[in-house]
């Protein structure tokens, strides 16, 4: 199992397993523990997953020693504040039947996450959480919250993936020492990202999927990526990506497939939509 050192020094699993959508929890659960049964140790949820509880049964079911497993989460627009956050987190530890997690993440950067940051510091230094980062934030959300807080993001996890590569972003979370971390690996499908020929091509001299190709290519770019699937056969063949290297070419290749856009979701025009709902219900 390969590892990337965050700037805490914490060791984390570089390729995971993802549960967004799984939304059956059984369905849920069998998918974590057929991955669990693979090899993966890392595991993230999120509190609006709703799935938190399939994901520690799970857990619970495996056998595995917990401290052998590293369990990400995030904490929702919704719960975003001092207050609401400690709240939110006590029940993530409730549902994943855990007293500690190894990440946890701001789910967006809208609300006061300025409160969440500073209650997820405090539950840092409490040795309630190994390692705090974010998600979705962008270059001047994410450099305004180091510059303004005591502690670094370890990870921020994004959209990333072949045709959104986030370059200008990652160039500065490097700066920073903040880890990227890939939300949608696949693109979640779109632009027949498992047929592309380039992908296709590359992973015939390996005799490799497509899907391999890209999860190669973001551990050779040092990526923590989290894969989801709810089939077993999908589930062990992301899991089959050590026993293979690009070449320089090939990443090359790869990096030129780049659209410089976001294709599932942008931030900014989400912030905008989550304003104007804010105003509506608050007047």
């Not at 997690?101 to 405090?122: F, K, V």
């Not at 050590?242 to 090939?250: A, G, I, R, V």
Request: aromatic share 10%; glycine share 6%; hydrophobic share 40%.
């Amino acid at each position: 199992m390969e590892t990337i050192q965050l700037n805490n020094k914490v060791e984390m699993p570089q390729l995971g397993f993802g549960v967004f959508q799984i939304t059956d929890l059984d369905e849920c659960e069998n998918s974590v523990r057929c991955a669990l049964k693979t090899g993966y140790r890392l595991i993230d949820t999120a509190a609006c997953y709703g799935n938190e509880k399939a994901v520690g049964e799970a857990v619970r079911k495996s056998g595995i020693k917990r401290s052998e497993i590293f369990i990400t989460s995030k904490v929702w627009i919704q719960d975003t504040g001092y207050e609401k956050t400690k709240k939110s987190f006590a029940k993530t530890l409730e549902n994943l039947q855990t007293d500690y997690l190894d990440l946890y993440l701001i789910h967006m950067p809208y609300g006061d996450y300025y409160g969440s940051w500073r209650a997820m510091e405090e539950l840092y230094s409490d040795g309630k959480i190994r390692a705090i980062g974010v998600c979705n934030f962008e270059e001047d959300r994410l450099v305004d919250l180091i510059l303004n807080n005591q502690i670094v993001p370890a990870v921020n996890q994004i959209e990333l993936h072949p045709f959104c590569q986030q370059k200008k972003l990652r160039e500065i979370m490097d700066r920073y020492n903040v880890k990227a971390m890939a939300w949608a690996p696949f693109a979640e499908g779109l632009n027949g990202i498992f047929t592309n020929s380039i992908l296709h091509e590359i992973g015939r001299i390996y005799d490799k999927s497509p899907a391999q190709v890209i999860l190669r290519w973001m551990r050779q770019n040092g990526i923590i990526a989290i894969p989801k699937s709810i089939h077993e056969d999908r589930i062990r063949e992301n899991w089959k990506i050590s026993d293979f290297q690009l070449s320089d070419k090939e990443m090359t290749i790869i990096e030129q497939m780049d659209a410089e856009k976001n294709h599932i979701l942008e931030v900014r025009k989400l912030e905008e939509v989550y304003r104007l709902f804010q105003i509506r219900f608050t007047q």
